[in-house]
């Protein structure tokens, strides 16, 4: 009685879907982009300095600084030995050289106490989101990593984050976001 049930309820919902037109569909979108966003693209590395980006992340009064090209790949460094150390934690795509195929979002500032800090965000991939067009299609974008922050809930190892004090060198993380 209970299978009888379930194929008529089938039945019904694949007959009530007949003949209607299905307003979701999946566009390819080609983005044009400038130089610099060509170049982090490339590079799957980006800075965020929108401040409504920064506070998701920082405490306090903060300001944002710069980091020289030096500088970022010591923080880079610091990154990847917290990663090796950490390794064995983690599954799949949570190891030292992850940190070169991934894509990072970067957040420089010092805060109150005049420490300067790095919020790095790591991505394994960049995912699509659904938005409606003018015509009412359900279509799908890709997310701006480049300017703003991807927050995710779950995701396991593809999706981490960690904390580096650059003015002590010590690292906090590398965290996950969940157990997926």
């Keep these: 009685m209970k299978k009888v049930l379930q194929i008529i309820l089938i039945g019904v919902a694949l007959a009530s879907c007949k003949g209607k037109s299905n307003s979701y569909e999946q566009a390819e979108i080609s983005v044009k982009l400038d130089a610099d966003s060509l170049q982090r693209e490339r590079q799957r590395y980006t800075i965020i300095s929108d ?21 970022i790949n010591q923080i880079l460094s610091l990154a990847k030995k917290s990663i090796a150390a950490n390794e ?7 190891k030292a050289d992850s ?3 991934s894509y990072k979002q970067m957040i420089y500032y010092v805060n109150s106490k005049g420490d300067s800090l ?29 300017n703003r922050l991807i927050l995710v809930k779950d995701g396991g190892d593809c999706y981490w984050r960690t904390r580096i004090n650059y003015s002590t060198k010590k690292v906090a993380g590398p965290f996950t976001n969940g157990e997926a």
């Design 51 to 71: 401040l409504k980006q920064v506070n998701l992340v920082s405490e306090g009064n903060i300001t944002l600084w710069n980091p020289t090209k030096e500088q």
């Design 88 to 94: 064995d934690k983690f599954s799949g795509h949570l």
């Design 99 to 101: 940190l070169d195929r």
């Design 118 to 146: 790095v919020f790095i965000k790591e991505l394994c991939r960049v995912g699509d989101y659904p938005m409606e067009d003018s015509t009412g299609k359900l279509r799908f974008y890709r997310q701006d990593w480049q």
